[in-house]
């Protein structure tokens, strides 16, 4: 019985290990680069609606919020261990020493989005322009710690 | 009456012509490579599944196939008239010239990527890999005709 475990937990182990060594750095990297640039290609219509610079349209503004919603649970995957270099990148090295602090606000982010594309489906604009600022509070607030910007 | 409507008509052109004035041909093209980046990196896992190099496992297939199915519809907005050129793009010109083929197959993607996420989330294998070899034919019949490959 022992040994079954031991054998099964070593066997959980080079299962994760192979399915971390079949993704390459630059793969990984590349890919949460694209999830950002979706993520931004969706907030760009939202910001121009919540500054006034086109006019409020709920549905739209629920179509791009409900992408968010769909993206962000996808972000944490494209950061394994050993893609804090491999191609140029703006994760800050202090990612993967704070993986539970880093979990955590992604965590934040995916709450905040979905409660965003909650609100923006019900259709009411000043709870969707303040929850707005809640998610965009979010994407700072990691941004802030975990992302180099020249 | 007539005046109306040639006003409102030319309003409508107005409008769209400023929304396609808004997206760089460079954004749009870093855009809608960054969904097909995302579409291969959730392709991969499956493909893997398909050729039995991992275990097949329903849930994780039907995982992937949801994202491809709700990546699938937000590719067009990324081929904006004269977004051809602006960056390196392996989207061939003969996608603007024949912009009612490509929404077509664009659209067969979309259905298919649709009933992939569908038949997959049923969780039958023998109907899931009957239906990926039919979403991989919507991706190839694309590629085939618009993609240029070195």
Redesign the interface.
Known sequence: MRKTVVLAGMAALLATAIAAAAVKPE?AI??R???Y??IG?NFVPMVDMIKNKTPWDSATFAKHAD?LA?LAP?LLEGFPEGSDKGAETEAKPEIWKNMDDFKSKMSDLVRETKALADVARAGDEAKTREQFRKTAGACKSCHDKYRSEE
Request: hydrophobic share 35%; net charge positive.
């Open positions: 793969t590349h890919y680069q694209s999830v640039t979706m290609w992408r769909f996808q």
